[in-house]
């Protein structure tokens, strides 16, 4: 099955830059998709198809999609920001959504 | 505004049986795709199913095929999971999500149902 790997943990202080990254085996021909989850709320789509933002997201965050890995980054960083954030493909061998295992954003 | 709203959590025997529903507003319906994500407690996101709009096209997670069985009624504007021999590790707060299709991603979430499986 196909697999996405995160980091499970990514520091930066506020208003630094954070780049969370997602691997996985030909990204280069799925569209790649990131979602932010605060503690105790649903989801929330924050990135659609490798870098378009969804009404309603900050343009400090943006996302990119080369090779074998897809990129999250939120400029700027606020304590906001603080949250599990997660990337997602649709995988069309298997015809599965899949997640990958989240990688935890801590503001210091 | 769009919305969905989950239904019909709560605690079940290992082996039980348990039905949610998703009702959808503020968009039309049949004109979409939609998931089932489930989040153990503590855990990632793990999608389960997937129905077409406008045809029968389902898709399951292995954990739950043979299980779990998705359907909608574009009629009344909801989707529903039928969940038949629970397990343990069945236990999750269950999402329903509206797909923006395979290119796109899960743009709408309802805030979740809590299912338990315990004896």
Known sequence: SYVLTQPPSVSVAPGETARITCGGN??????????????????????????DRPSGIPERISGSNSGNTATLTISRVEAGDEAAYYCHVWDYSSNHHVFGGGTKLTVL | ????????????????????SCAASGFTFSTYSFNWVRQAPGK?????????????????????????????????????LQMNSLRNEDTAMYFCTRDEGTAGG??????????????
């Open chain 1, 26 to 51: 030909k990204f280069g021909s799925k569209s790649v998709h990131w979602y932010q989850q605060k503690p105790g709320q649903a989801p929330v789509l924050v990135i659609c198809c490798d870098n």
């Open chain 2, 44 to 80: 990632g996101l793990e999608w389960i199913a997937y129905i077409r709009r406008g045809t029968s096209v389902l898709y399951y997670a292995d954990s739950v095929k043979g299980r779990f069985t998705i359907s909608r009624d574009d009629a009344i504007n909801s989707l529903f």
């Open chain 2, 106 to 119: 899960m743009d709408v979430w309802g805030r979740g149902t809590t299912v338990t499986v315990s004896s």
């Open chain 2, 1 to 20: 505004e769009m919305q969905l709203v989950e239904s019909g959590g709560g605690l079940v025997q290992p082996g039980g049986s348990l039905r949610l």
